[in-house]
């Protein structure tokens, strides 16, 4: 790729990490909302959900984190794999 | 990863850029999967740690590993599968084309 297709792919990329990360936050507000939100006879939230809330995000966040790492691993060892079947 | 061999017409910058951006939003979506399915199976639900515990680590490390190995499994069995589906298909298709007619 030239420089200019590379920054033309560059900016694609940037517009589709803003994307990434609207959806990121909408998954995680969809996931802990349903783990721990289950008490609806008042409209505020208890200490409980807000606690639940908070470990959920901390919790996602490291997940995503470690799944970042092993699919960089899982992908070279495809990537390295598929290599080695072509040449044969 | 290259896609494009000798002896074929050089591709548009447009196909290039391209080419590089369905392969990252592929690789994007695989990594988001992957992480909603091993969360779904190995995380639990009811957040009583904002920590990961070890079992629920060493459960991610190995669905991740898992994911992998069935997507290419599958990958590998669809390909195969739709040649022999094809070929079948092919050969049934002359001897039933005689029908109704």
Do not use: W
């Amino acid at each position: 790729l030239t420089a200019a297709e590379n920054r033309e792919l560059e900016t694609r990329m940037q517009k589709r990490q803003l994307k990434e990360f609207m959806s990121v936050i909408g998954n995680l507000v969809d996931t802990c909302f349903n783990s721990c939100i289950n008490d609806f006879t008042s409209k505020a939230l208890s200490g409980t959900e807000t606690g639940c809330i908070t470990r959920c995000v901390q919790k996602s966040m490291t997940t995503q984190a470690r799944m970042a790492e092993r699919f960089a691993e899982q992908n070279q060892a495809m990537a390295a794999e598929m290599q080695r079947k072509a040449q044969q | 990863m290259s896609f494009f061999g000798l002896g074929r017409p050089q591709p548009t910058s447009a196909e290039k850029i391209a080419a590089v951006e369905n392969e990252l939003k592929m690789m994007a979506d695989m990594h988001n999967r992957m992480t909603r399915v091993c969360s779904a199976k190995c995380v639990d639900k009811t957040y009583r740690e904002s920590d990961l515990a070890k079992g629920e680590a060493v459960c991610l490390d190995r669905c991740s590993a898992k994911f992998f190995d069935v997507h290419a499994k599958i990958f590998d069995q669809i390909q195969k599968e739709t040649t022999e589906r094809m070929a079948a298909a092919g050969g049934g298709g002359g001897g039933g084309g005689g029908f109704g007619m």
